[in-house]
């Protein structure tokens, strides 16, 4: 279980703004509550102290959800080849995050699949995503799915473990819905490399745990699982922890935990925040000095990445634009700082010199292929993510 003793060095970045609450006008203002995270001192887990409401979090109109998948071909391979799984094997999937799976699942002659229906089975509408999902999935709730679907050989639960704001009755509700030999592949992004770098877009009010290998192979053992395997894949901007997990029942793991790995998972903690501490005072200088050389400013993708980049930072006066071509959000204005947001073709319009990137890294090639007319032009495209090959402090 999640021990609730904290450490005291923690970070509080005051009111922030909802990140998927994209605005009408400039009169209109988004939602704001209190935003801080700190470190567990018996884990070294990283959290959010206070979730935002899951009412105030669901998404107002359908968004994207881009998780990384260049490895699913080689998992599929693996989890097809774990014992005890043949053709006639049960798997169940907790959401749509998981449908890429299933289908190469199915592709491979796995047919006996099924995945939670968030109307069906949970009782929700077309607009409630991963934050409302486990609001709703309950013990009683994963029961009935039990009941409706029968217990799975393999049960697949992608990227939505850290957005739980009770993680333990989280994963007491999805262990009901496995075969007492079964296995739960865990899929989550590793921390890792956003807090090498003091990335303050690692924090997203989605996300209430931060963990990194360490912590989550800790948290599991800690929940009595046997954990198979748990690898880390590595992709430009979060790697991904994924994790094949077993009841341990008649099997042993090492429980023994060291102090002084705990430490330093809480050391690894504190130098992000005088990381991102530094950033705050650091990057607004930056970005205004480069406005004044080179003229407007725009971020290209209005995710909550440029969200917490712009908000944290508090750089709402130097970003002029954002450029997304997404049609619920063209005409809409950014929840943090009401900046306008336009489709791509205003960079050849509004006289950008400058557009920062603030779309997953893995876009980033193919938006600037798109828009090379752009540079040639004589614009300059830029990550807004530390650490990566085109980062911003490093090539302006």
């Given amino acids: 279980m999640i021990n609730s003793n904290k450490s005291d060095f923690m970070i509080n970045f005051g009111l922030k703004p909802v990140s998927n609450r994209f605005l009408s006008n400039k009169n209109e203002k988004a939602p704001r509550f209190p935003l801080g995270v700190s470190v567990n001192g018996d884990t070294g887990l990283i959290s959010i102290d206070q979730p935002f409401p899951v009412e105030e979090v669901k998404p107002r109109f359908q968004i994207s959800c881009f998780e990384p998948e260049d490895h699913l071909n080689d998992l599929v391979e693996r989890l097809i080849n774990l014992p005890g ?20 699942l199915n592709n491979r002659g796995y047919k006996n699949t099924w995945r939670i229906d968030p109307e069906l089975d949970l009782s929700l509408d077309e607009l409630s995503n991963i ?26 639960v992608r990227h939505v473990v850290e957005h739980a704001y009770n993680i333990d009755k989280f994963i007491d509700a999805i262990r009901l819905l496995i075969k007492p030999n079964g296995y739960i592949v ?27 290998e360490f912590t989550f192979r ?11 395997s748990l690898n880390i894949i590595t992709y430009p901007m979060e790697d991904c922890i994924v994790a094949i997990t077993q009841e341990l029942d008649n099997k042993k793991t090492d429980t023994t935990v060291s102090r002084k790995d705990i430490h330093i998972e809480i050391e690894r903690a504190k130098k ?4 991102v501490q530094k950033n705050i005072k650091v990057i607004p200088n930056k970005l205004s000095n480069i406005k004044k050389k080179s003229g407007k400013i725009a971020i290209f993708g209005g995710g909550h990445a440029t969200v917490a980049f712009i908000s944290i930072l508090g750089i709402e ?9 997404n049609p619920n959000k063209i005409s809409k204005n950014l929840p943090a700082g009401n900046i306008p947001i336009i489709a791509s073709s205003a960079l050849y319009e509004k006289d950008i010199k400058i557009c920062l990137l603030g779309t997953n890294p893995q876009s980033h090639p193919k938006i600037i292929d798109k828009h090379k007319d752009y540079v040639n032009m004589g614009g300059v495209f830029a990550s807004i993510f530390p650490g990566t090959e085109m980062y911003f402090g490093d090539v302006l």
């Fill in 218 to 228: 800790q948290f599991l053992i800690n929940q009595n699982f046997y954990i198979n």
């Fill in 317 to 325: 006066n130097i970003i002029d634009f954002i450029i997304d071509d």
């Fill in 186 to 212: 865990w899929e989550l992004p590793s921390c890792e490399k956003p807090l090498k770098n003091g990335d303050c877009t690692m924090i997203w009010e989605e996300h209430i745990y931060y963990f990194t």
């Fill in 85 to 104: 799984i043949d053709n006639n094997s049960s798997i169940g999937a907790y959401s749509f995050k998981d449908d890429s799976s299933i289908d190469r």
């Fill in 131 to 156: 934050e409302t999902y486990q609001q709703e999935f309950t013990i009683q709730k994963s029961i009935e799915i039990k009941k409706k679907y029968g217990p799975a050989d393999i049960m697949l």
């Fill in 272 to 275: 992000y925040i005088e990381r």
